[in-house]
């Protein structure tokens, strides 16, 4: 069926659709959003990535999915959690080197986004244990 040229509410559009300006038009994609922690990579603990700041331009739409990778850019070893389907993604490496983090979301209509990513390089920081009684 054919979408009527005006409209002043979205009902009147067709499935997937959003009156915009008084006419009828598709959805836009949703815009992914990767926060990065400001914390060097430590060995052995989580970097959290926070993907809540994605959202869709389209009135009433919403992000309903997310899909996180993880990938060496130029480090010996890949990340131990390469892939996520939450709106935060924890990334381990056992490595020192560069890393990229790459986030694409999809709203209800199943409309993706373009990917967001962020960069992750570094010296691989081991932390310090603190321990009286380790020695003995």
């Known amino acids: 069926p054919a979408q009527p040229t005006g409209c002043t509410s979205h009902d009147?559009?067709?499935p997937g659709?959003?009156?915009?300006d008084g006419a009828c038009s598709g959805s836009q994609p949703p815009v992914a959003?990767?926060?990065a922690p400001a914390?060097?990579?430590l060995s052995h603990v989580r970097l959290a990535f926070d993907?809540?700041?994605?959202?869709?331009?389209d009135p009433g739409d919403e992000v309903s999915a997310y899909a996180w990778s993880a990938r060496a850019t130029?480090?010996?070893?890949e990340p131990a959690s390469a892939a996520g389907s939450e709106p935060v993604f924890?990334?381990?490496?056992?490595?020192?080197?560069?890393?990229?983090?790459?986030?694409?979301?999809?709203d209800r209509h199943g409309v993706k986004s373009l990917p967001a990513t962020a960069p992750?390089?570094?010296?691989?920081?081991?932390?310090?244990r603190i321990c009286p009684f380790c020695n003995k």
């Open 120 to 128: 992750v390089e570094g010296p691989l920081i081991t932390p310090i």
């Open 51 to 57: 993907g809540r700041g994605s959202a869709d331009p």
């Open 17 to 20: 659709a959003f009156c915009r």
């Open 90 to 106: 924890e990334l381990l490496v056992g490595c020192a080197g560069a890393f990229e983090v790459r986030l694409e979301v999809t």
């Open 74 to 77: 130029a480090a010996p070893c």
């Open 12 to 14: 009147e559009c067709g």
């Open 39 to 41: 914390t060097p990579l």
């Open 33 to 35: 959003r990767v926060a």
